[in-house]
């Protein structure tokens, strides 16, 4: 980091200068990871620069993960990977088969130039306040999964609303913030309505659902659907163990279906025909398992993909990715 590299003259921005050349030093071996860059007024008074110029310079290569600031202490070099244009914070709910097929789509279709670290809050709204105040600054952008956590907003708000998207569930409160979500009461309604040809035969409709983890637009695609039919249903936490002729479950949980299946084994109870199974969320293995199981998915890679768009385009808008009913023996 040198005079040489702000000269007056240039058409670039003064705080990029200071950007390149701090770049520089670091490709060329004069800075390395864990050496102590100037105060902040240092680097003013010595290239006549703001205030505002150097802060911003700082915290460009901070969002970057080039730099890093420890209170009390100043600024440090963090890493040696100036490759890195952009750094994208990703928070999701749980990790799943699903949930890792959007985290390799989204980063693959930002490029190589793009690091994108993921982190969990488990629906524990502790850790989610934690994990994105802990982090706040120190990322180009902020993908997030509310879930259904209550007052996420709050928390998010205190973050650039520009650099803020949002995954999977949006509520009335994330309005402010692009998303590409999913409908899900509509979804399960027209999943449903497309599967009736299937289901008629069916007595008692069984969903299993945990309030304290899943969507609740699906308990109420659910309810919507089964009281305009005059359906005889309920709605249990999990799966009871025993299983009835001429049941049909609408399974959110894999552990549920695992259990549905192992209990058709042992009762000799034929899924498919005996008892329905419908699955919410597609994976590889549920197209082989059992001869099949039927779901209601959305595409996972494509919402990856889409949201990767929305950032590299700067797009701030809100997109319902779309599901669909994929047909199996289970029905």
């Not at 600031?69 to 699903?98: C, H, P, Q, T, W």
């Not at 690091?115 to 982090?135: A, E, G, P, T």
Request: net charge negative; charged share 25%; hydrophobic share 35%.
């Amino acid at each position: 980091m040198t005079a040489k590299k702000l000269i007056d003259s240039s058409a670039q921005p003064k705080y990029k200068q200071l950007i390149q050349g701090i770049e520089d030093a670091i490709q060329n071996g004069d800075l390395k990871q864990g050496d102590k860059l100037p105060s902040l007024n240092a680097v003013k008074m010595r290239y006549q620069l703001s205030r505002d110029t150097v802060l911003m310079a700082f915290n460009q290569l901070k969002s970057r993960g080039i730099i890093e600031s420890i209170v009390g202490k100043g600024y440090y070099v963090k890493s040696e990977n100036i490759d890195v244009k952009k750094r994208v914070f990703v928070l999701f709910d749980e990790l799943n088969a699903f949930k890792e097929d959007l985290y390799n789509a989204l980063k693959g279709s930002l490029g190589a130039d793009t690091q994108v670290d993921i982190f969990f809050h488990h629906f524990n709204y502790q850790v989610f306040k934690d994990l994105i105040l802990d982090n706040q600054n120190s990322y180009n952008y902020y993908v997030i999964m509310p879930a259904n956590l209550d007052n996420t907003a709050v928390v998010m708000d205190r973050l650039p609303s520009e650099k803020v998207f949002i995954l999977d569930q949006c509520h009335e409160e994330h309005q402010h913030f692009a998303a590409v979500y999913q409908n899900f009461k509509k979804d399960v309604e027209t999943g449903l309505q497309q599967a009736e040809i299937h289901t008629s035969k069916y007595k008692e409709w069984i969903l299993l659902f945990d309030d304290t983890r899943q969507p609740k637009g699906i308990k109420e695609g659910f309810e919507s659907y089964c009281s305009q039919r005059k359906l005889n249903y309920s709605i249990q936490a999990k799966f009871e163990g025993i299983l009835q002729i001429s049941e049909l479950y609408i399974v959110l949980d894999d552990r549920d279906l695992i259990a549905i299946l192992k209990s058709g084994i042992e009762q000799q109870i034929v899924i498919g025909e005996d008892v329905g199974v419908i699955s919410y969320n597609d994976t590889p293995l549920k197209e082989i398992v059992n001869r099949g199981i039927t779901t209601i998915s959305t595409d996972f890679s494509v919402m990856g993909e889409r949201l990767a768009h929305m950032i590299l385009t700067k797009k701030r808008e809100q997109v319902e990715n779309p599901s669909r009913l994929i047909l199996r023996q289970s029905l």
